[in-house]
């Protein structure tokens, strides 16, 4: 029962925020960058898996799936909320995307088969979820991931997912940031191995620095998301494989 009041607080919110969410995230300069910088590392990620049918669980308004689509034979995008689902078929029209199928459904009880996809890939929604929750999720993506299948998933840092709910806390804003170590998934789904990490989203100036210098915050971002900095980072994105 808590886990479905927790579904349709989800759903309402992102009912109402579907068409600006782009807007708010991703319009600014730092936004931008962030976007654009985080579907590079996914994209290379999925490119070393040579996934040939790629599910992305919370697809959103599709910013990621769209560049999915470029590296691979098939993507589903699936989400919870519909009109999430609308903006996600909007972007694919407007981008003439055609190897593309979505779906409306929950993460927790995915309605595909045993062995279903060569990789599975989630951004921006792990850190929305409760442990029981997480975990669900987790063991239903390995449920339909094909024997040493990849995982790409984004998180939350320590230095977001702790700083930000204590800078929230002070200003008194009871919006939730849960903090999760990519270590976790070795736990929750012990039969796979993270294979990469990879940190996005640094804080205080590449998101500045490219509006003036755009090639040099790419070098500093490709410098820093795979050396031991990437912590610092807002967001981490791991890369994990199921065991074959």
């Not at 759903?11 to 109402?16: E, H, I, P, S």
């Not at 039969?191 to 755009?214: A, D, E, M, Q, R």
Request: net charge positive.
């Amino acid at each position: 029962m808590k886990c479905l009041d927790s579904d349709n607080k989800r759903k309402d919110f992102y009912t109402k925020e579907s068409e600006l969410y782009d807007i708010r995230r991703f319009s600014g300069r730092g936004g931008a960058f962030y976007q654009e910088q985080s579907n590079r590392i996914i994209s290379t990620m999925l490119k070393y898996g040579k996934a040939d049918r790629v599910i992305e669980i919370a697809v959103g308004t599709g910013r990621v799936m769209t560049e999915l689509a470029k590296h691979t034979r098939w993507v589903v995008g699936l989400d919870l909320t519909e009109n999430m689902l609308k903006q996600s078929k909007d972007k694919t029209n407007r981008k003439k995307v055609g190897n593309i199928s979505l779906s409306q459904a929950n993460a927790k009880f995915l309605p595909y088969k045993d062995n279903s996809f060569d990789a599975a890939v989630s951004i921006r929604f792990f850190h929305l979820l409760s442990p029981e929750e997480r975990q669900k999720c987790f063991e239903e993506i390995y449920r339909v991931l094909k024997p040493g299948g990849i995982l790409i998933v984004e998180f939350n840092s320590w230095l977001y997912g702790l700083l930000i709910p204590l800078f929230r806390c002070l200003f008194k804003d009871d919006k939730r940031i849960r903090y999760f170590s990519p270590n976790q998934i070795e736990y929750i789904v012990p039969k796979g191995h993270v294979i990469k990490l990879s940190g996005v989203g640094f804080p205080f100036f590449l998101g500045t620095l490219s509006g003036f210098n755009k090639p040099m915050a790419v070098w500093f971002q490709k410098i820093l998301e795979n050396s031991f900095l990437k912590y610092l980072a807002s967001q981490i994105i791991v890369k994990w494989q199921k065991k074959r």
